[in-house]
């Protein structure tokens, strides 16, 4: 905010700061005297690295598609790790969760029961009726995307098919509500919750969206709950997902001896998980990059 205006743009992009961010940071500071909370310098991207996040995006996608037309019942979920691998490989890029934090695969499968982060395993084999949820975060030329989707293996449930199609609502609904300049990322959650409950389901409250683009997790984190509070403001150059774990019974979450990863629903019931990475353009356009 302080910065003189001949001097290069905070942003990065090695233009002048007149030239660059300074009317972006006067319309800014005009919101936060009004008494906006406003992003950080940190959370905005220009138009390089929003390129960049892209990039990684169309990659994150075509892994996406490729899991989407060979998941099978009789397939375990090792087995879509190890295509996930080769798809990278052959792609130039990294999983930004192999190895984050000890994380030992790709990608994470949650099957059923399981609300997120389910470590792929030779010994979980897919059957006809599961739903599951795979998530990846991909990594390329030090830019980052991250999405998930849920796929119905065979014929589903009524209960389940409809907790996979509200929890993709929860998500779609949430990004309609974005106009630059004027939503906030508190804004998610009361969308998210409304559509849940209205349906009987419940919000995880565990697990939220973040920031993503130089690394896999950045602020602003974003909750999918109504925290009560308003939080940052959207404005141009910020990159966020919005991730929505929904269960068909109680919210909460539990975790199974030897595992401190997979965390799984307190009652048994099914959960749903749908991620999208979300860009906002400096022409003001809501772009969904990665889905
Ligand atoms: N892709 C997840 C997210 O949506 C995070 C993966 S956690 C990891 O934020 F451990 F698998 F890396
Ligand atoms: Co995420
Ligand atoms: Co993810």
């Known amino acids: 905010m302080k910065q003189k205006k001949d001097k290069l743009c905070w942003c990065g992009s090695g233009e002048p700061y007149k030239k660059c961010h300074w009317l972006f940071d006067q319309r800014l500071e005009a919101y936060r005297k009004d008494g906006y909370v406003i992003p950080t310098h940190k959370m905005i991207k220009n138009q390089k690295d929003i390129d960049g996040i892209k990039a990684a995006a169309v990659i994150n996608n075509g892994l996406l598609d490729l899991v989407e037309n060979n998941i099978k019942a009789g397939m375990s979920t090792e087995e879509i790790d190890d295509m996930c691998a080769k798809f990278l490989e052959e792609h130039d890029a990294h999983s930004a969760d192999f190895h984050y934090e000890g994380y030992p695969k790709r990608i994470c499968t949650a099957v059923n029961d399981v609300i997120c982060h389910g470590i792929p395993r030779k ?6 009726g599961d739903i599951i949820n795979v998530d990846v975060t991909t990594e390329y030329k030090g830019y980052y995307a991250d999405a998930s989707r849920m796929f119905m293996i065979g014929e589903v449930s009524d209960n389940a098919r409809k907790l996979v199609e509200v929890t993709k609502e929860c998500l779609e609904e949430a990004i309609k509500i974005i106009v630059p300049w004027e939503t906030r990322v508190s804004d998610f959650g009361k969308v998210i919750e409304r559509i849940a409950h209205k349906n009987g389901f419940s919000v995880v409250e565990e697990y939220c969206g973040h920031g993503v683009g130089f690394k896999m997790h950045e602020d602003p984190y974003i909750l999918h709950y109504d925290e009560h509070i308003d939080r940052e403001l959207i404005v141009p150059g910020m990159v966020f997902t919005i991730e929505p ?32 990475t979300i860009v906002i353009n400096y022409d003001e ?6 889905a």
């Open 285 to 290: 356009s809501v772009e969904i990059v990665s």
């Open 123 to 128: 010994d979980v084999i897919l059957k006809d």
């Open 245 to 276: 774990m929904i269960n068909e019974g109680k919210k909460g979450i539990r975790f199974k001896p030897g595992d401190t990863w997979t965390s799984y629903t307190v009652d048994g019931k099914l959960s749903a998980q749908w991620e999208h």
